[in-house]
């Protein structure tokens, strides 16, 4: 089980720290990734960090600006997101798989709602 937390509203610029917390699963087995998707708009995976975290994926539209990280030792990956812009604005989900690269997935967590105002 995935626990996503931290979105919230923030104006353009700032930042926000997601965390998804896992239970019940054996964590460090798991690549995990996080993905988001805005109303009217296809889910897409901006960020995506191996079990060892030693790769590590970001989109293009994200690049330089978010940083994905894990402690395995407290069964939570997180992304922080800096320089935010409003098409940022989407739910944001974190989900655990195998591949490599990350395109399929085993376990999903809830949303968590990031809002960035103009």
């Known amino acids: 089980q995935l626990q996503a937390s931290g979105g919230g509203l923030v104006q353009a610029g700032g930042s926000l720290r997601l965390s998804c917390a896992a239970s019940g699963c054996t964590f460090t087995s798991y690549n995990i990734g996080w993905l988001r998707q805005a109303p009217g708009k296809e889910r897409e995976l901006v960020a995506a960090?191996?079990?060892?975290?030693?790769?590590?994926y970001y989109a293009d539209s994200v690049k330089d600006r978010f940083t994905v990280s894990r402690d395995n030792t407290k069964n939570t990956v997180y992304l922080q997101m800096n320089s935010l812009k409003p098409e940022d604005t989407a739910l944001y989900y974190c989900?655990?798989?195998?591949?490599?690269?990350?395109?399929?997935?085993?376990?999903w967590g809830q949303g968590t709602q990031v809002t960035v105002s103009s």
């Open positions: 989900a655990a798989g195998n591949t490599w690269p990350l395109t399929r997935y085993r376990y």
């Open positions: 960090i191996t079990w060892s975290a030693r790769s590590t």
